[in-house]
């Protein structure tokens, strides 16, 4: 029972920051380009860009070990992850954009996405452990010996 719970928590945990990561992107761009007479990019070449995006950072969050449950991790442990991949997540996309010769995309809006995302990121894992706990602690998700 408990491996299949472990198996949903991950799920749930995997399919989370793979929309958040999305609409992160999203509001990125959104705050960037709200209200901006210039010309830029349209947000379907940012919507491209996600399609890259997306599935790295949750291979990402995987080697920074973001998906292991651990009973006794502290949150602190969890936001330094959080901020180390992050901060890995958006040299892979600067070193892509270079290599590809895309430098049509905005900094800031890559700057958001990174805040936008460390911050939803820790708000979803505080959500996700804060139930897990009141869940343990009614006697649910519990190991028998």
Known sequence: ?????????YAIQLLTDAILCFLSICLAYGLRFFNFR???LDITSYMKLAILVVPAYIIIYKYFQLYEIYLNR???KEISKILKSNVFGILFILVFLFIFKQVEFSRLVLIFFVVINIITSSISRIIIQNVLHKLRNKGYNLKSI
């Open 74 to 76: 502290t949150f602190l």
């Open 38 to 40: 210039g010309t830029h």
């Open 1 to 9: 029972m408990l491996k299949e719970n472990q198996k949903s928590i």
